[in-house]
């Protein structure tokens, strides 16, 4: 069992409409601590691009722009811009380790398609 099965991250609000895992949550506030910053916050952007016509974005990001949708959890906040929320209303992010598997995945369920490497969607 895996800790994304095990706890859920402690989300206090949620108008961007997308949720962490335990374990994404976990590592997102492990980077945050290591930046050394507290102004700093996790931004999740869809932009044009990749094989299959939109690709995501996560960053960590120091600026409010107008029509912010900002998630707080319990150390962090997720922030996304106006135009990627109805791209990513009701996506999750997790964060795997493992041989076969390493870094953030997204789990869209308004994505229609992706592309082979998984790098963008449609």
Do not use: W
């Not at 960590?60 to 319990?74: A, H, I, M, P």
Request: glycine share 10%; aromatic share 8%; net charge negative.
């Amino acid at each position: 069992m895996t800790a994304s099965q095990l706890a859920e991250p402690v989300q206090t609000d949620n108008p961007a409409g997308i949720g962490l895992t335990a374990d994404a949550a976990i590592k997102v506030k492990g980077l945050l601590e290591q930046e050394g910053r507290d102004d700093l916050r996790l931004r999740v952007a869809v932009q044009p691009g990749g094989c299959s016509g939109l690709r995501y974005q996560l960053f960590f990001d120091e600026r409010s722009l107008d029509g912010d949708k900002v998630s707080t959890y319990d150390g962090f906040e997720v922030v996304v811009d106006r135009m990627s929320v109805p791209y990513l209303t009701g996506a999750t992010i997790d964060f795997a380790d493992r041989i076969d598997a390493q870094g953030f995945t997204i789990d869209n369920p308004n994505a229609q398609g992706s592309c082979a490497c998984g790098d963008s969607f449609h």
